[in-house]
């Protein structure tokens, strides 16, 4: 089976976190912590409101890794693929409540014999301001 994935290959995704989605990551993971859930403690933050979880914007890389998926498998692309993890990854910025994100999943390796392929994540606010990165590594079974 060759694994049909170019350098450059890219998808996009786009999210406008609410709070509905900080609540319901916050129930689901446990993590109740004050940045993402009380709004009065938040206040008097150096962000002045409330924020998103960073593990959140790890689910849309997530998102994105699958989106990758869908394309590659539109193209013909056979087997199944999973997420072997994320390198360098670093938030950089707040997402706010109300803030749209879009994560941009490159393609920036293809190994063939090891059937891996490595891409660029990035993660924009709707200001185009950087708010996280990381390496998305996915395996091609």
């Given at each position: 089976m060759t694994?049909?994935?170019?350098?450059?290959?890219?998808?996009?995704?786009?999210?406008?976190v609410g709070e509905v989605d900080v609540t319901l990551f916050a129930g689901l993971s446990g993590d109740h912590y004050a940045a993402h859930t009380n709004?009065?403690?938040?206040?008097?933050?150096?962000?002045?409101?409330?924020?998103?979880?960073?593990?959140?914007?790890?689910?849309y890389m997530s998102a994105a890794s699958t989106r990758m998926i869908e394309y590659a498998q539109r193209n013909g692309q056979e087997g199944t693929p999973v997420a072997l993890g994320y390198d360098r990854m670093r938030f950089l910025g707040p997402v706010f409540f109300g803030d749209t994100v879009t994560v941009d999943y490159t393609l920036t390796a293809v190994d063939h014999e090891k059937r891996r392929t490595t891409a660029?994540?990035?993660?924009?606010?709707?200001r185009g301001e950087l708010v996280a990165v990381a390496e998305g590594l996915l395996k091609w079974l």
């Open positions: 694994l049909k994935a170019n350098v450059g290959d890219k998808v996009i995704v786009e999210k406008t709004h009065e403690f938040m206040k008097t933050s150096a962000y002045g409101q409330r924020i998103a979880h960073g593990a959140l914007l790890v689910g660029q994540i990035n993660i924009r606010n709707q």
